[in-house]
């Protein structure tokens, strides 16, 4: 077992998680609606009780939107081996068929007796 190893099972990660990450979907619908930060801000202060300033509430929309980005483009690479693999399978499949529809043919003619 490596040190690494070692660690990890003698020590559980400690997540944080973000007061604004817990209200993510509201922030999400204002934004989209059209609010503006300031909105929001006053929002989560008064509704949900999360004291925030403007900059830090940019600052983590800035961060969401970079990880949605990072995700759209992991799943969009993710669907492109996804297809490649699947269009790989099928030209293998294809090839397959090609292959068993020829010896068909060859046993076939060789039972007629004919000669290709």
């Not at 509430?57 to 990072?70: E, G, I, P, T, V």
């Not at 790989?88 to 292959?99: A, I, W």
Request: proline share 1%; net charge positive; charged share 35%.
């Amino acid at each position: 077992m490596t040190k690494l190893e070692r660690f990890m099972s003698k020590t559980e990660p400690k997540k944080s998680t973000s007061k604004l990450a817990t209200a993510w979907d509201d922030i999400l619908v204002l934004k989209e609606k059209g609010y503006t930060l300031e909105q929001v801000q006053a929002y989560l202060q008064n509704e949900l009780k999360i004291e925030t300033s403007l900059s830090n509430l940019s600052d983590f929309l800035k961060r969401q939107s970079c990880k949605k980005s990072d995700t759209q483009i992991k799943n969009k690479e993710n669907d492109k081996q996804i297809k490649s693999r699947s269009s790989s399978s099928q030209e293998v499949v294809q090839d397959t068929e090609k292959e068993e529809e020829k010896a068909m043919i060859a046993a076939f003619a060789k039972k007629m007796g004919l000669n290709f």
